[in-house]
C-alpha cells in the first residue's frame, strides 16, 4: 500500500464527518455561534481508523488498551485491536493492516528487515517499560536451596524439575513459542540437563508458578517483567552467565543472559506519514512498570480491557493529558 492509498484510509472518514458536520452547522446556524464551533472541535478532533496489534500478553493488552481509550474517547478515531503474534503484526505494517505495535520486545531481525530493509515501519520511541526477560523459580524453592539460583548448579537440581513431558530431563518451562526466546539454545551451549517445555501461554505459565509457590513443588521457567503477576509472587531469577554487548549477536551460540530492554514503540511508515492524530498519540505515549501493571492486573482478575483503561485514566490525568498535547 502507498503512503497516498494508507493516507485515504486515514481520512476517508474523516471527510464524511466534515461534510456531514458542515452541512449540519448550515442546518443550525440560526440557533447561534456556540453550536458550531463544537461541532468545529469535533471534525478537528477526528483521526480516522485506527488498527494496532495487540500481542498474546496482558501487560501489551494493557498498554494497547490505555492509548486505545484515549484515541477513541479524545481523538475520535475509530480504533480497531487486532491479536496477532509479534512478527505477523510487523507483517501488517507492510500490508495496510496494521499501524502500531505499541510494545516491542527487541526483534533485532525485524528491524533489519521491515525498518533497514523494507522501510514500512519505523521506531516511534520508547514506551517508558524496562523489560527483564530469564529463567526464574519461586520464592519457596530459594529459601529450601540456596544455590539453586546460581546457573552453575542447575544440574544438580535437574532431577527435582523431571516431568513426564521433559525425557528424563528437568524441565524448563516456557511460555508462547512466539515470545522472545534464546531458551533451547542456551540449555545446549551450557550444557545443561533440561528440556523446554511449552506452557503455550502467558496464562500457562502464571498458573504454573502460582501453583508451583502454593504446593512447593518445583518450577524452573521462563518469566519477564513488566508482569503483574510479580506482585503476587516475587519470583526469584536465576543468574545466567552475565550479558554482554554481542554475545546474542549468534542465537545459535548464544551462552549469555537476556540484556535489559528499553521497550519501544513501532508504527507503519505510511501511518506516521498520514497526519493521523492518532500517530502523534502514540508517539507520545510514555509511562511506567508499575502503570502497566497496575491496568494488566486489572485485566487478569476479569475487569474488562476497556474498563480497566478507563479507570486508570480517570485516574491519572497528569500523566496522559502530556501525551495529548
Not at 514500512?120 to 520508547?126: I, L, N, R, V
Not at 542465537?251 to 540484556?259: F, H, I, N, Q, R
Not at 501511518?271 to 502497566?292: I, M
Request: charged residues 25%; contains cysteine.
Amino acid at each position: 500500500m502507498t503512503s497516498k492509498e494508507t493516507h485515504v484510509k486515514h481520512t476517508r472518514k474523516v471527510a464524511g464527518l466534515v461534510a456531514a458536520i458542515a452541512m449540519g452547522a448550515l442546518v443550525l446556524a440560526g440557533c447561534g455561534g456556540p453550536r458550531i464551533h463544537e461541532n468545529a472541535q469535533l471534525a478537528n478532533s477526528s483521526c480516522g481508523e485506527f488498527d494496532m496489534a495487540v500481542n498474546p500478553w496482558v501487560g501489551y493488552e494493557a498498554s494497547a488498551h490505555v492509548v486505545g481509550w484515549l484515541a477513541r474517547h479524545k481523538l475520535g478515531c475509530d480504533v480497531k485491536y487486532k491479536d496477532l503474534k509479534e512478527e505477523i503484526s510487523w507483517q501488517g505494517m507492510g500490508s495496510g493492516e496494521v499501524d502500531a505495535v505499541i510494545e516491542n520486545w527487541g526483534h533485532d531481525d525485524l528491524v533489519k528487515k521491515y525498518i533497514k530493509g523494507d522501510h514500512t515501519a519505523q521506531d516511534a520511541g520508547p514506551n517508558g517499560n524496562k523489560g527483564v526477560i530469564g529463567w526464574f523459580v519461586p520464592p519457596w524453592m530459594v529459601k529450601k536451596y540456596p544455590g539453586i539460583t546460581d546457573w552453575k548448579n542447575l544440574n544438580k537440581y535437574a532431577h527435582l524439575f523431571k516431568t513426564s513431558e521433559s525425557g528424563g530431563k528437568g524441565q524448563l518451562l516456557d511460555g508462547d513459542p512466539s515470545f522472545v526466546t534464546n531458551d533451547e539454545a542456551l540449555v545446549k551451549n551450557l550444557k545443561l540437563n533440561y528440556k523446554v517445555v511449552y506452557a503455550g501461554s502467558e496464562p500457562g505459565l502464571i498458573q504454573s508458578f502460582r501453583k508451583a509457590e502454593k504446593n512447593h513443588t518445583p518450577v524452573l521457567g521462563y518469566f519477564y517483567a513488566p508482569q503483574w503477576f510479580m506482585e503476587e509472587v516475587p519470583l526469584v531469577k536465576v543468574d545466567l552467565p552475565k550479558y554482554k554487548t554481542g554475545c546474542d549477536a549468534d542465537l545459535e551460540k548464544v551462552a549469555c543472559d537476556y540484556p535489559e530492554y528499553t521497550l519501544n514503540k513501532i508504527v507503519a511508515t505510511d501511518f506516521a506519514e498520514s497526519g493521523s492524530p492518532a500517530y502523534d498519540l502514540v508517539k507520545k505515549f510514555k509511562w511506567t512498570n508499575h502503570d502497566q501493571n497496575v491496568v494488566a492486573g486489572d485485566i487478569a482478575h476479569g475487569m474488562a480491557p476497556e474498563a480497566a483503561a478507563k479507570k486508570w485514566v480517570k485516574a491519572h490525568p497528569e500523566i496522559w493529558k502530556a501525551w495529548l498535547s
